[in-house]
Structure formats: C-alpha cells, structure tokens
C-alpha cells in the first residue's frame, strides 16, 4: 500500500511540474507576442509614413494576429483582459523606443519574431 501511495504522489508531482512548465512556457510566449505586437506595429508605422501602403497592411495584418496571441496565452495565464491591456500598454512603453532608436534591436527583434511566427 505505501508503494502505491508513493507511486502516486510521484504521479502528482510530475503532474504539477508539468503544469509549472507549461504555465512558463506560456509566459514566456505571452512575454514575446507583447514585444512582437509591438515590433509589428513599429514596422507597420515605418511603412505608413514612407507611403508603402502594401507593406503597411501586411504589417497591420500581422499585429492583429499577435494581438490575438497575446490575449490566447493571457489567457492561458489567468489574466483578465484589463491585466493583459496593461501589460501591453507596458510593453509599448518599454519596447518602443528602443525599437524606433536602435535598428540593431529592431533586427534583432523582427528575426526573432519571424522565426517564432509573429513577424
């Protein structure tokens, strides 16, 4: 008997670490698709502004499908929507100008979201 109950507080462990992980993974993809709505809406203002109507609508396209993603893996966290409209707020706040000052970081930020979808 006491095998089993160990075998099933293991069971119950293993399952525990698997919801931790998949609940980092979640903040880790919500925490990237912040910084890629923004990136895209950065790139979709750039495109605008030099009249590339084209590109500019790809980009605006692009946005509205991260900001979706951002509200999916919100939602997987357990956030509510004024949380989630807050973190993004803060994410403009942080990622933007960093991204309009430093085209190195704009790169390296639009590579990153490329590779992951979001770009």
Do not use: W
């Not at 525990?16 to 880790?28: C, F, I, K, L, P």
């Not at 990136?39 to 946005?63: H, I, W």
């Not at 509510?80 to 707020?89: G, N, S, T, V």
């Amino acid at each position: 008997m006491r095998k089993i109950g160990l075998f099933i507080g293991a069971l119950v462990s293993l399952s525990a670490g698997a919801t931790n992980a998949s609940q980092q993974d979640a903040r880790r993809e919500y925490d990237i698709a912040r910084r890629c709505y923004v990136a895209n809406g950065e790139v979709y203002s750039a495109f605008k502004r030099n009249g590339d109507v084209a590109n500019a609508q790809l980009f605006e396209n692009k946005s509205k499908n991260v900001f979706g993603l951002v509200y999916f893996y919100g939602d997987i966290l357990h956030l509510d929507r004024e949380q989630i409209a807050a973190d993004l707020k803060a994410a403009a706040n942080a990622e933007l100008p960093k991204l309009m000052q430093d085209s190195g970081y704009l790169t390296s930020t639009a590579k990153d979201c490329k590779s992951r979808g979001m770009m």
